[in-house]
């Protein structure tokens, strides 16, 4: 049977994601587990006046290309791809985790190598075309949130298609304070950072490249950045999930990072390159309906009261620092008090505590005021 949500979020996704146009080419890509999905954008795509394209993707099929993956392997599939790609005006990425550990036993060698071969097809995508991201309800994904599949399918839906031309409204304060500010300071448990966020853009996330979204993004000033910062999320990264990760950072770089478990791990992820170790993002998420970590960046980086503060590659053009790295890891920290609360300061004023806004002209982004 149909489900009536899905035609609604397949319309979002194609008329205000991204935005697509009668005669433009639309690419649909996405895990087999998503067809339900998939047929509903087939069918507004041809709706719209507009071509769809798909790729239909299966988890263990992937595993077994990248165990035997080489350099020269992936660097045709690149070369494929930016040929395929460069005629494809909007992209729809559908993820639907059949097992979140289906490449855990993928050699880290090879995750690094095809992150790194294959990045000229993923600034493609994300600097020149129209593009947007979200997660399709499958049994992994219900199991990492800790609900059943039916409450998981509500809870995604609720979430993806909350108002967000009205979130998108009560972030414009938000960014005209971001674009004013030099200095941040982060407090909390475990946590004291400071660092420059002065002549960085701030981009407001409301629906247009992730669903479900809910952030304002920047960067910081490369070098700025000293102190340390304790995440309190599960963060996982290829297949293997880190909790309690700790970084201290000196003039912009990583100078010692630690977990609670698999600090080896850790440490491999961010030798990536050079960029590994500096910070290509800061955001502030604001979503009212995500409230807990549920062990996917895609919701984990949207929760209410939650800043990241992500090591790895900035957004080429848009709030861009200069940082250019394989990697681009959204790690989480929740401030609300019943996670340890904290603080975030720009230019000495506090502006959120505990997780809610105290400015008066930001407290229309209060989860209260968005729903």
Known sequence: ?????????????????????????????????????????IKHTYRIGAYPHTEILDDEIGRELSLGNTEERMEKVT?????KYKDIDAFISVFADENDSEYSDVPTEIKVMQARVGRPVSNLIVNTKQWVLLNYPTPSLAQKAKMSLEQFEDFLLDVCLVDYSKMNEAMKNLKALMERTDKVHITGPGTDLTFSIKGLQAIPCAGDCNIPDGEVFTAPVRESVNGI?????????????????????????????????????????FNTDEGARYVGEFAIGVNPLIKHPMGDILFDEKIDGSLHFTPGQAYEGEADNGNRSAIHWDLVLIQREEYGGGSIYFDDVLIRENGRFVLPELECLNPENLI
């Not at 309190?232 to 309690?244: A, L």
């Open 1 to 41: 049977m149909r489900d009536p949500r899905l035609e609604k979020l397949a319309k979002t996704l194609l008329e205000y994601s991204n935005k697509v146009e009668a005669g433009q080419h639309v690419l649909i890509k996405g895990n087999i587990l998503a067809k339900p999905l998939i047929k509903e954008l």
């Open 79 to 83: 070369g494929w791809n930016l040929e």
């Open 229 to 269: 910062i304790q995440y309190n999320t599960p963060s996982p990264y290829q297949g293997t999930v880190f909790n309690n990760v700790k970084l201290e950072f000196k003039d912009g770089k990583i100078i010692n990072a630690t977990a609670d478990n698999d600090v080896e791990r850790l440490n491999e992820i």
